[in-house]
């Protein structure tokens, strides 16, 4: 019997009441797990198999089948604060279907893991204001997933994008902006979203965008997300702005 734990990123209703659970964990990837009786057993499963929490899984083989069995959960940690607030709510949806996205079949991925995991204790925190987090996660996950889009250099040149409040387009097919030398696409972003992306948490304070920057670095990534994916992700109609 194997260990793991997991977030759950979808429940699908199967039969009288049995549950097919996505899991995102952090030992094996994302996989997939039957939990019979879900709908019924509260003993087995703690907190009745809920999203936005960490579960310990114990999980079984089932013969010939890659459904593995889901036998008995437990809470690792459960996150009370972010449950008070409808956009912390859609915001941890949004990055738990997005790393569902990118996370490997029965692979271990573990920095995506730990990156999800994250984001859960940042909303959970009342001192961090979850409205500066969702681009910063796509950029984030974009990047560990290996298809980090090139902000700082125009994809064709190479030339640095100017400090001087200059915007440049992106090209979703090359992965990157385009410098005016090099392209006529409509300029969106600029040096200072940038810098704000890629920005550690506790150097937000000082570092702020503006509402259309926010919505321009937004838009381009939502856009080179499902461009590079061909996805559209539910949770993403949730997201407030
Ligand atoms: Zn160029």
Not at 68 to 88: A, D, H, M
Not at 155 to 175: E, K, V
Not at 193 to 218: C, S
Request: net charge positive; hydrophobic share 40%.
């Amino acid at each position: 019997m194997d260990k793991v734990d997991a977030y759950i990123s979808k429940k699908v209703q199967y039969g009288e009441s049995d549950l097919i659970l996505h899991l995102i964990t952090k030992e094996m990837g994302k996989i997939s797990a039957i939990a019979r009786g879900a709908r019924r057993s509260k003993k087995r499963f703690e907190a009745g198999l809920s999203n936005y929490i960490l579960y310990s899984c114990s999980l079984g083989h089932q013969n010939r089948s890659n459904l593995f069995l889901l036998k008995e959960t437990s809470i690792v940690k459960s996150f009370q604060f972010l449950l008070n607030s409808y956009r912390r709510i859609s915001t941890a949806a949004y990055a738990t279907e997005l790393t569902a996205l990118f996370m490997p079949e029965n692979q271990e991925e573990p920095l995506l893991f730990e990156f999800l995991n994250h984001n859960y204790h940042l909303l959970d925190n009342p001192d961090f204001s979850p409205a500066v987090l969702v681009p910063r996660i796509m950029y984030k996950i974009l990047e560990l997933a290996g298809f980090p889009p090139q902000l700082d250099r125009c994809i064709h040149c190479n030339s640095l994008m100017p400090d001087t409040g200059a915007r440049w387009g992106f090209d979703n097919n090359q992965g990157g902006v385009v410098c005016p030398d090099c392209g006529d696409l409509k300029p969106i972003v600029g040096i200072n979203e940038l810098k704000w992306l890629v920005a550690e948490v506790d150097e937000l304070k000082n570092r702020r965008i503006n509402r259309r920057e926010y919505n321009n670095i937004y838009n381009l990534l939502s856009s080179f997300i499902r461009y590079t994916t061909r996805q559209w992700l539910v949770s993403e109609k949730f997201l407030i702005f």
